[in-house]
């Protein structure tokens, strides 16, 4: 167990629909990171949060957004999805920016 | 931008050795490796900061040519166990993010 919470494990839902995609890093942790993992395909970052603030970007699109709350878990939302938005979703966390980074279980995201 | 790995995929008996090479374009700061089982979450392996620097994990050791721009995994006596695939990511310093690679493919047959 890595102590990084996503929620939920697994989720199916129609194109067109938006979704929220949950996550609780390690105590303590205050770096935030969002990876796309389509099927066996690498991991694409998304975003990173460092203690509430967005700190770098990657190929995210406009239709995603993501934020880092007070007490530091973070959300991942998708809206107008499309086919090629089911992937697994990862979330990662770390003390800082360049130290070892746990990764959680993932999300599943399936979209039909 | 994104490392490059390579090899893409590689099959090995227990026993014998392989390498993991992973280039970039931009000046490095850091590596970080990884390996993921299939259907499993990404889980840390080392990370390198420095120049020239190695680093060993077990029978899993690595290097960090930063110059070169280059790191390498090397696995010594392979185990059935260390079957997955290896993610380089490289970060350019500070609190920047890291960027994985595509990934090499490694399975170890008995």
């Known amino acids: 167990d890595s102590g990084v919470t996503q929620t939920p494990k697994h989720l199916i839902t129609a194109t067109g629909q938006r979704v929220t995609l949950r996550c609780s890093p390690r105590s303590g942790d205050l770096s935030v990171y969002w990876y796309q993992q389509s099927l066996d395909q690498g991991l694409q970052f998304l975003i990173q949060y460092y203690n509430g603030e967005e700190r770098a970007k990657g190929n995210i699109l406009e239709r995603f957004s993501a934020q880092q709350f007070p007490d530091l878990h973070s959300e991942l939302n998708l809206s107008s999805l499309e086919l090629g938005d089911s992937a697994l979703y990862f979330c990662a966390s770390s003390e800082e920016g360049n130290t070892e980074a746990f990764f959680g279980q993932g999300t599943r995201l399936t979209v039909v | 931008q994104q490392p490059v790995q390579s090899p893409q995929a590689v099959i090995l008996r227990e026993g014998e050795d392989a390498v993991i090479n992973c280039s970039s374009s931009k000046a490095l700061y850091s590596v970080h490796w990884y390996r993921q089982k299939h259907g499993e979450a990404p889980v840390f392996l080392m990370i390198?900061?420095?120049?020239?620097e190695q680093k060993g994990h077990e029978k899993i050791s690595a290097s960090f040519n930063e110059k070169k721009q280059q790191s390498s995994l090397y696995l010594t006596a392979s185990q059935l166990s260390y079957s997955g695939t290896y993610f380089c990511g490289t970060g350019s310093g500070g609190y920047q993010k890291v960027t994985f690679g595509t990934g090499t493919k490694l399975q170890v047959i008995p």
């Open positions: 390198l900061l420095k120049g020239g």
